[in-house]
C-alpha cells in the first residue's frame, strides 16, 4: 500500500517537523482529504481517520484530531501570520470616486446657482445685450427644472440599461456643450432653449453620480462620502455667486462653467462601474474585481458580494429592465419607501430652498438696506456650504433623522423671521435700521437646510432595493425636479398675491411639515448596509 503525500506550504518555514513527522507512515486508507492545506494552515474541512499506522505517536494522533471537522476562517490568525488579510476596507479608491462625482456635482449646483446672479443683468433695461420680459424671467428661473423632470425620465431608462458610470460619460459632454451654447446665444428663445436642455442633462447626471458614490461606498463611510458630493453642490454655487460678484457678465460665467466639465469626465475614465449595478447585469466577476477595486486586494470582500447578490435574486435579477423595475417598485416595503421619499422630495423644493438661492441677489435688493446684494448672495451660498460641511463630520455619528428634524424645525423661525420682516416693511414701521435682519435669516436658514436637507439626498438611495433603485430614484428625481419648477414659477405670483412676508411663512409651514413627517415616519439608517436596510424594512412590513 503505498504511502499518501501531502504538501504544503508555510509562510515561516518550507517544512514543519510536527507534521511532517506525522505524515509519514499514514496509509491511504487512513483518511480522504477534502480541500487541501492554504497559507501554512490546515485548512480541510474533514479529516475522516480510519487507522493509523503502529509507530505513529499519540502526539500525533492529537494533532490530526484537531483538524477532524474544522474549518479554518479564510483569514490567517494575525499572531501566526504576519500576512494576515486587512479587516478593515481601504478608503482611497472610494475618496476619489467620490472627488470625481463630486465635480459633477459642481456643475449641477452651478445651474441652480446661476440664475441667483443674473437675473438682474439679465433684466436690466439699460443692458446692451439680451434683455429677458417678466414672463420671460419666470421661465428662466425655473425651466431648467423642467428640463430635469425630462431628463429624470431619460435617465431612469439609461440607468438601468447603461449603468451610472456610462450614462455619466455621455451626458458630460452634453452639459459642456449647453453651457457654450448658452453663453454664445444671441436670442432670448435660444437661451431659454439651452437652459431647458441644461437642466435635461443635469436631471441625467444628478441620480446618475449620487447613486454611483451610494454604491460604491462602505457603509461605514457612506454618509461622509455623499455628504461630500451634496458640498460639491453647494461649491457650484459659491463658485456662479463668486464669478458673479466680479460683474464679469452671465456670458463669462457661462464660459466658466463648461470648463468644469473635463474634471470628472477624465476621472471616470479610470473607474469601474458601480458593483450592485453589475451584480444586476450578471456580470459578477466584473462586480467582484470592482469591489476589489474599491475595498482594497486584501480586504475580504466576498461577504459583501453574496450579500448584494441574494438581495438581488430575491428582487428578480434576470427581470431588471425598466418595466420590470417598476412592477418590483409596488411591492409594499417599496412602494411605501418610495412613496414617503417622493413626498419629502417634492415638499423640499417649497422649504424656500429654491427661492432663497434663485433669487438671492432680487430678494436682497428689495431690502433697500445699505448692503452690496452680490456679496450677500456670495455669503449666504458659502454658509450653505459650511452647513453641508458639518452634516459630514456628524452624519454618521448623529444619525439621519435628528439632522432632518432639528435643522428644519429650525428653517421654520428663519423663515418665519424673513417674513416677519417684509410684513413690517410694508407698514408704516421703519425697518431701515434692520437691514441685517434678512440677510442674517437667509444665511441662518441656508446653514441649517445645509446640516440637514442632505439627509433627504442620501435617504433617496438607501431605502430602495439595489434592483429598482434605478428607476425608484429617477420616478423621485422627476418629482424633486417638479417641485423646484413649481417653487421658483410661483414665487413671483405668489409672492405678488400675499407679499413676500406671505410667501416666506408658507414656505416655512413647509419646513415645520418636513421636520414633522421626518421624525414620525423615516427610519434611522446609520451604520446599515443597502442591503440591511431594505432587508428590515421588507422584514417589518411583512410583520404588519
Same mark, same amino acid.
Not at 420680459?133 to 431608462?157: Q, R, T
Given at each position: 500500500?503505498?504511502?499518501?503525500?501531502?504538501?504544503?506550504?508555510?509562510?515561516?518555514?518550507?517544512?514543519?517537523?510536527?507534521?511532517?513527522?506525522?505524515?509519514?507512515?499514514i496509509?491511504?486508507?487512513?483518511?480522504?482529504?477534502?480541500?487541501?492545506?492554504q497559507?501554512?494552515?490546515?485548512?480541510?474541512?474533514?479529516?475522516?481517520?480510519?487507522?493509523l499506522?503502529?509507530?505513529?505517536?499519540?502526539?500525533?494522533?492529537?494533532?490530526?484530531?484537531?483538524?477532524?471537522?474544522?474549518?479554518?476562517?479564510?483569514?490567517?490568525?494575525?499572531?501566526?501570520?504576519?500576512?494576515?488579510?486587512?479587516?478593515?476596507?481601504?478608503?482611497?479608491?472610494?475618496?476619489?470616486?467620490?472627488?470625481?462625482?463630486?465635480?459633477?456635482?459642481?456643475?449641477?449646483?452651478?445651474?441652480?446657482?446661476?440664475?441667483?446672479?443674473?437675473?438682474?443683468?439679465?433684466?436690466?433695461?439699460?443692458?446692451?445685450?439680451?434683455?429677458?420680459?417678466?414672463?420671460?424671467?419666470?421661465?428662466?428661473?425655473?425651466?431648467?427644472?423642467?428640463?430635469?423632470?425630462?431628463?429624470?425620465?431619460?435617465?431612469?431608462?439609461?440607468?438601468?440599461?447603461?449603468?451610472?458610470?456610462?450614462?455619466?460619460?455621455?451626458?458630460?459632454?452634453?452639459?459642456?456643450?449647453?453651457?457654450?451654447?448658452?453663453?454664445?446665444?444671441?436670442?432670448?428663445t435660444?437661451?431659454?432653449?439651452?437652459?431647458?436642455?441644461?437642466?435635461?442633462?443635469?436631471?441625467l447626471?444628478?441620480?446618475?453620480?449620487?447613486?454611483?458614490?451610494?454604491?460604491?461606498?462602505?457603509?461605514?463611510?457612506?454618509?461622509?462620502?455623499?455628504?461630500?458630493?451634496?458640498?460639491?453642490?453647494?461649491?457650484?454655487?459659491?463658485?456662479?455667486?463668486?464669478?458673479?460678484s466680479l460683474?464679469?457678465?452671465?456670458?463669462?460665467?457661462?464660459?466658466?462653467? #463648461?470648463a468644469v466639465?473635463?474634471?470628472?469626465?477624465?476621472?471616470?475614465?479610470?473607474?469601474?462601474?458601480?458593483?450592485?449595478?453589475?451584480?444586476?447585469?450578471?456580470?459578477?466577476?466584473?462586480?467582484?474585481? $470592482?469591489?476589489?477595486?474599491?475595498?482594497?486586494?486584501?480586504y475580504?470582500? $466576498?461577504?459583501?458580494?453574496?450579500?448584494?447578490?441574494?438581495?438581488?435574486?430575491?428582487?428578480?435579477?434576470?427581470?431588471?429592465?425598466?418595466?420590470?423595475?417598476?412592477?418590483?417598485?409596488?411591492?409594499? #416595503?417599496?412602494?411605501?419607501?418610495?412613496?414617503?421619499?417622493?413626498?419629502?422630495?417634492?415638499?423640499?423644493?417649497?422649504?424656500?430652498?429654491?427661492?432663497?438661492?434663485?433669487?438671492?441677489?432680487?430678494?436682497?435688493?428689495?431690502?433697500?438696506?445699505?448692503?452690496?446684494?452680490?456679496?450677500?448672495?456670495?455669503?449666504?451660498?458659502?454658509?450653505?456650504?459650511?452647513?453641508?460641511?458639518?452634516?459630514?463630520?456628524?452624519?454618521?455619528?448623529?444619525?439621519?433623522?435628528?439632522?432632518?428634524?432639528? $435643522?428644519?424645525?429650525?428653517?421654520?423661525?428663519?423663515?418665519?423671521?424673513?417674513g416677519?420682516?417684509?410684513?413690517?416693511?410694508?407698514?408704516?414701521?421703519?425697518?431701515?435700521?434692520?437691514?441685517?435682519?434678512?440677510?442674517?435669516?437667509?444665511?441662518?436658514?441656508?446653514?441649517?437646510?445645509?446640516?440637514?436637507?442632505?439627509?433627504?439626498?442620501?435617504?433617496?438611495?438607501?431605502?430602495l432595493?439595489?434592483?429598482?433603485?434605478?428607476?425608484?430614484?429617477?420616478?423621485?428625481?422627476?418629482?424633486?425636479?417638479?417641485? $423646484?419648477?413649481?417653487?421658483?414659477?410661483?414665487?413671483?405670483?405668489?409672492?405678488?398675491?400675499?407679499?413676500?412676508?406671505?410667501?416666506f411663512?408658507?414656505?416655512?409651514?413647509?419646513?415645520?411639515?418636513?421636520?414633522?413627517?421626518?421624525?414620525?415616519?423615516?427610519?434611522?439608517?446609520?451604520?446599515?448596509?443597502?442591503?440591511?436596510?431594505?432587508?428590515?424594512?421588507?422584514?417589518?412590513?411583512?410583520?404588519?
Open positions: 500500500m503505498g504511502k499518501y503525500n501531502i504538501h504544503l506550504t508555510s509562510s515561516t518555514s518550507p517544512e514543519d517537523p510536527v507534521l511532517t513527522s506525522s505524515i509519514k507512515g496509509d491511504n486508507d487512513a483518511f480522504t482529504e477534502q480541500e487541501t492545506h497559507n501554512g494552515h490546515c485548512n480541510a474541512t474533514s479529516l475522516q481517520m480510519k487507522s499506522a503502529e509507530h505513529t505517536t499519540q502526539k500525533d494522533v492529537e494533532v490530526f484530531r484537531s483538524c477532524e471537522g474544522a474549518q479554518i476562517p479564510r483569514k490567517s490568525d494575525p499572531q501566526l501570520d504576519q500576512a494576515h488579510a486587512e479587516t478593515k476596507p481601504r478608503l482611497i479608491n472610494q475618496v476619489a470616486a467620490a472627488m470625481v462625482m463630486a465635480f459633477v456635482h459642481v456643475g449641477i449646483g452651478a445651474v441652480y446657482g446661476y440664475t441667483g446672479v443674473t437675473l438682474p443683468e439679465l433684466t436690466d433695461p439699460s443692458s446692451d445685450d439680451l434683455i429677458l420680459g417678466p414672463y420671460e424671467v419666470a421661465f428662466f428661473a425655473s425651466l431648467s427644472d423642467l428640463g430635469g423632470a425630462f431628463g429624470s425620465i431619460v435617465g431612469g431608462l439609461m440607468l438601468v440599461r447603461l449603468g451610472q458610470r456610462t450614462t455619466s460619460l455621455l451626458a458630460l459632454p452634453m452639459s459642456g456643450a449647453c453651457w457654450l451654447a448658452m453663453a454664445f446665444a444671441h436670442s432670448q435660444f437661451l431659454l432653449a439651452m437652459w431647458f436642455f441644461l437642466g435635461f442633462v443635469s436631471g447626471l444628478s441620480p446618475a453620480a449620487s447613486m454611483y458614490v451610494l454604491e460604491v461606498s462602505h457603509k461605514d463611510i457612506r454618509g461622509f462620502l455623499f455628504g461630500i458630493v451634496t458640498t460639491a453642490r453647494r461649491i457650484g454655487i459659491i463658485f456662479v455667486f463668486g464669478i458673479g460683474r464679469v457678465g452671465w456670458r463669462t460665467i457661462g464660459f466658466a462653467c #463648461s466639465v473635463a474634471i470628472p469626465l477624465t476621472g471616470l475614465l479610470f473607474l469601474p462601474h458601480s458593483p450592485r449595478w453589475l451584480v444586476t447585469r450578471g456580470r459578477f466577476e466584473e462586480a467582484k474585481d $470592482s469591489l476589489s477595486f474599491f475595498r482594497g486586494n486584501s475580504d470582500s $466576498s461577504s459583501e458580494l453574496a450579500s448584494i447578490t441574494e438581495q438581488v435574486d430575491r428582487t428578480q435579477r434576470r427581470k431588471s429592465g425598466f418595466s420590470n423595475q417598476v412592477r418590483m417598485i409596488m411591492e409594499p #416595503s417599496t412602494r411605501k419607501a418610495l412613496a414617503l421619499m417622493i413626498l419629502l422630495s417634492l415638499l423640499s423644493p417649497f422649504s424656500g430652498i429654491v427661492v432663497v438661492i434663485g433669487y438671492a441677489v432680487p430678494i436682497l435688493q428689495m431690502n433697500k438696506a445699505n448692503i452690496d446684494e452680490y456679496m450677500g448672495a456670495l455669503l449666504t451660498s458659502v454658509v450653505f456650504a459650511v452647513g453641508t460641511v458639518i452634516h459630514i463630520c456628524i452624519v454618521d455619528r448623529i444619525g439621519r433623522k435628528p439632522l432632518l428634524v432639528t $435643522s428644519f424645525l429650525f428653517s421654520t423661525l428663519c423663515m418665519g423671521c424673513l416677519g420682516y417684509f410684513y413690517l416693511q410694508t407698514t408704516v414701521v421703519d425697518v431701515s435700521a434692520y437691514g441685517w435682519v434678512p440677510v442674517a435669516s437667509m444665511v441662518l436658514f441656508l446653514f441649517s437646510v445645509g446640516i440637514g436637507q442632505p439627509v433627504i439626498n442620501i435617504m433617496q438611495g438607501e431605502l432595493p439595489t434592483s429598482v433603485r434605478p428607476t425608484g430614484i429617477s420616478l423621485i428625481q422627476i418629482f424633486m425636479y417638479l417641485g $423646484s419648477f413649481a417653487s421658483a414659477f410661483t414665487y413671483p405670483l405668489i409672492s405678488s398675491a400675499v407679499g413676500e412676508y406671505g410667501a411663512w408658507l414656505y416655512g409651514g413647509v419646513c415645520l411639515t418636513i421636520a414633522t413627517i421626518g421624525g414620525v415616519c423615516l427610519p434611522e439608517t446609520r451604520g446599515r448596509s443597502l442591503e440591511e436596510i431594505t432587508k428590515g424594512a421588507s422584514s417589518h412590513n411583512t410583520q404588519d
